[in-house]
């Protein structure tokens, strides 16, 4: 189910929140700029599609962390207000809609420094309430397409294409030059000190995999699936 498409009487305290959360920033000349919440959406409306009677699916949240991406086209909340919000929407969640189970369903790098805070005090404030960080993106996928990719290359390019193949700007990724990667890249250094293009391959050029982006999508909804199946408080 739906959270804005639903009454108030439709909602149970013993269905699962899905909270999609991205963000929107520049992802090289290709990509479009929600491509970190265009994926987490996917997937968890994907999820919500199969087990519509177990699932609470709440409006993505577009906005997230992307300082790393300065000198680029961004819009980013900082990482205090991002805590607020987070910390005060899941407190929502619990106290005025009841769920006790809750998974934010994370489809953006940059996000992960903050929401395993948000989730540490949720969960240790409240017994008989429970959050859940699922991220749609994994160090397993890297392998799987023998890449070394951090940032707007052949794994986010590849999902992308198999979600709406419109959304990839294919006349654009010839011109896109891709560097060896820069240690600790987004936490000493930007997306633009790292490549000018804002796409972080490995020195790969960027290839685009239909088949195993739509494969990998799958297999993450159904990790998050069987997720909910077995989320226990």
């Known amino acids: 189910m739906k959270l804005i498409e639903i009454t108030r009487d439709e909602i149970r305290s013993d269905l699962v929140g899905l909270v999609p959360v991205g963000s929107i920033e520049q992802h090289g000349p290709h990509l479009p700029m929600g491509t970190d919440s265009i994926i987490s959406e996917y997937v968890a409306s994907k999820a919500e599609e199969k087990l519509k009677d177990r699932v609470l699916l709440f409006p993505t949240v577009y906005y997230g962390v992307s300082l790393e991406h300065k000198g680029f086209p961004f819009v980013s909340l900082s990482f205090q207000t991002t805590i607020s919000f987070f910390n005060d929407l899941l407190e929502s969640i619990f106290k005025d809609l009841g769920l006790r189970r809750i998974i934010v369903v994370n489809g953006h790098g940059g996000n992960s420094y903050f929401l395993p805070l948000v989730q540490r005090e949720f969960n240790m404030k409240h017994n008989d309430a429970k959050v859940i960080i699922f991220n749609t993106f994994s160090e397993e996928e890297k392998l799987r397409f023998n890449v070394n990719d951090l940032h707007a290359g052949t794994i986010e390019t590849s999902k992308i294409y198999a979600i709406d193949k419109t959304m990839v700007r294919l006349n654009k990724i010839e011109d896109i030059r891709s560097y060896e990667v820069k ?12 490549n000018k293009f804002g796409v972080l391959n490995d020195g790969k050029p960027i290839r685009i995999d239909e088949e195993l982006g739509k494969k990998i999508l799958n297999e993450t909804v159904d990790k998050l699936i069987w997720l909910i199946l077995n989320f226990k408080v």
Do not use: K, M, P, T
């Open 183 to 194: 240690d600790n890249v987004f936490v000493l250094y930007s997306a633009i000190e790292a």
